[in-house]
């Protein structure tokens, strides 16, 4: 019975509490906006503060997350950049390679057409003595290829030297700078002969040296062409060799001596040109040979000199 009176109760009072909320359902549906606005104020005043910072929160995330894409965006298209820098930097360097090669062989071409009436094979340098300079050294091309001893060296615009042995596909070549150098030459616009020797002392001031020059007309004067002779014993005629850079008179007073800037840079050879033929002569004088046997080099030319000043002077 007791059981039964509580459950009244509960169901009156549930009764009451819906009705209290209807009314105030009713009565705020009749108040409308004038009771909505101070809600939606009170509501504004807390709920935006925590929107406006949730909505920063996301913002900063996204910007973030597309600063890291970007990161890694700008980091690949970086490594892709290295990459063809790197590829655009050995082909220039290629291209550079080429170019220098290709003006060295147009050189040769056209020192080639210089000397249109001798045959000629071409050939590079394989090897060579220690130094900065090309003294002495080895060329690709050999008895095979029609090479013999004796044989004119050519490149540049010039005479190199002369080749002094022969294998099956390898030559040596001694350059006109070597110590134990000379050769017979003449100044091309007056023929009056002197001999070029070789000294690689003065060649870090890129001169060779001129000795026993028979000008006795004094006609010869700096910037003159000289070239081979035609009495030389194994160098063909009229292969420049350099021009005067300074010239003096002998003690003797009847030759003159100086030096000469040879058109060959013998720092830089790569490739030079073998003449395929052989200088016709018959030495009158066997111990005078030119970079044979009998040389002659600069050192023997000077002292020469010297005892003929002793000489002079006794």
Partial sequence: MRKKTNDNKTNKYLLVGLSVLCVVLITVSFLGSNLVSPVKQVSGFLITPVQKGINGFGSWLAGLTDNFEDAVTLRAENEELKAKVDSLTAENSQLIQNKEELDRLRELFELDQQYEDYEKVGARIIAKESGNWFQLFTIDKGSSDGIKKDMNVISG??????????????????????????????????????????????LDEGE????????????????????????????????????????????????????????????????????????????????????????????????EDQTEQTEEET
């Fill in 208 to 303: 060779l040296n001129l000795v026993r020059l028979t000008d006795s007309d004094n006609k010869v004067h700096v910037g003159d062409k000289v070239v081979t002779s035609y009495i030389s014993e194994k160098f063909l005629p009229g292969i420049l060799i350099g021009y005067i850079s300074e010239l003096n008179n002998d003690s003797n007073n009847m030759t003159k001596s100086g030096y000469l800037t040879p058109v060959v840079d013998f720092r830089h050879l790569q490739e030079v040109l073998v003449i395929l033929e052989l200088k016709d002569y018959v030495p009158a004088d066997s111990t005078t040979a030119e970079d044979g046997s009998g040389i002659i080099s600069a050192n023997t030319f000077l002292a």
């Fill in 157 to 202: 615009s010039g005479l190199v030297g002369i080749v002094t042995e022969v294998g099956t596909n390898w030559a040596t070549v001694r350059s006109i700078i070597d110590d134990n150098s000379s050769v017979s030459a003449m100044v091309s616009t007056t023929s009056d002969q002197c001999i070029i020797a070789g000294d690689l002392r003065l």
